[in-house]
């Protein structure tokens, strides 16, 4: 992924280095070491806090939203690659990190923790020219998935960050919630919910950020397309902004990561690794390359062991094998798209894997 280039003005450098700094790997043989993104994870947090050569820095009426590049993101990737922790490092950012917009750096110009209210002491020097980013004022975040157990993929790892290292201080759990301390938007901000359909009463709140996971099961029969709208309407109040993750959806369900993938607006940026069109996912070398393709960058996965499931599932389920191992768009019917066709339709929309 050495040919991602990065030659556009971002936060993500600033929320890259601050990530690796607070947030640690939540489980594993490497609990508690510094969560360290990597480069495809890189990519997507550039991307999001791309900022716009235009903004300006108006310390009364600072710009939110309209700082960005993009209003919104979308990351398509297959199972185990880290979506749920890298969400969780970004939530945590989006708490009580740099992702707000505070101008432009001029020499000397430095981050410091301690200057919002983080005391371990680190810092961070900006280049001049540089865009600085600032905490933001009086979060409010949700969490969105189908379900309180499938909210957990990200709300698990976020409170493990909380727990094994500085965000201690920063952040702390509650019953059903994480309170943001030394924030000043009152009880009813400086929070993190985590949310599904049946809290309908939170949603469409004012919120400033939101991460919707698995937007590939949002449909119009089980009302998720419309809660997510609605949460991006509570975004809108606030200039907030939102990213989505799933992995690869059934063409045949009408999702909301379809529809986010086939819109034209030209402020969504969308991350999705698609494998080389010419490749059977049936073919077990040719699958092995596949799976070498769409993991790339996520060194923590097992091939053999993607391989093994993704063999069984084969037996019984080959579509969604191939949509959440090989990164493919297969209707659950079994019917592949026809050679060509997805690529035919939507090759505007494909996302290229560097700038």
Request: net charge negative; proline share 6%; glycine share 10%.
């Amino acid at each position: 992924m050495s040919d991602f280039k990065v030659d556009f003005p971002t936060l993500g450098d600033v929320v890259d280095a601050w990530i690796a700094q607070h947030c640690k790997v939540p489980n594993g043989f490497d609990r508690g070491a510094s969560f360290v993104e990597s480069d495809w994870q890189f990519w997507c947090t550039a991307n999001h806090y791309r900022v716009k050569d235009t903004a300006v820095w108006d310390p009364v009426k600072p710009l939110r939203a309209q700082a960005f590049h993009y209003r919104r993101s979308q990351i398509v990737a297959p199972q185990k690659t880290g979506k749920g922790p890298w969400s969780a490092s970004i939530v945590a950012a989006e708490a009580v990190g740099p992702t707000f917009f505070g101008g432009w750096a001029e020499k000397g110009d430095v981050y410091r923790c301690e200057d919002f209210g983080c005391p371990c002491g680190w810092y961070w020097e900006y280049e001049p020219g540089e865009p600085m980013g600032i905490r933001q004022p009086s979060p409010l975040i949700q969490m969105l998935a189908t379900s309180e157990d499938q909210v957990d993929n990200v709300y698990g790892p976020l409170k493990a960050m909380i727990l094994l290292g500085p965000l201690g201080s920063l952040m702390k759990v509650r019953e059903g919630f994480i309170r943001i301390l030394g924030g000043d938007g009152g009880e009813d901000f400086d929070k993190i919910e985590a949310v599904s359909s049946s809290a309908a009463s939170r949603l469409g709140n004012p919120i400033s950020f939101a991460l919707q996971d698995e937007t590939g099961t949002y449909t119009k029969t089980n009302k998720l397309i419309r809660v997510a709208q609605t949460q991006r309407r509570g975004l809108a109040g606030m200039g907030g902004r939102s990213i989505e993750t799933t992995n690869a959806w059934d063409p045949a369900e009408a999702s909301l990561a379809q529809q986010t993938f086939e819109s034209q607006a030209p402020d969504i940026f969308k991350f999705y690794r698609q494998p080389p069109a010419d490749l059977s996912y049936r073919n077990k070398r040719e699958r092995k390359r596949i799976h070498a393709h769409v993991y790339d960058g996520s060194p923590w996965v097992n091939l053999d062991d993607i391989e093994a499931e993704a063999v069984e599932l084969l037996e019984t389920d080959p579509a969604q094998a191939e949509r959440f191992f090989g990164n493919r768009l297969v209707s659950g019917s079994g019917a592949w798209l026809k050679d060509g066709l997805w690529d035919a339709a939507y090759a505007g929309n494909l996302v290229a894997e560097s700038a």
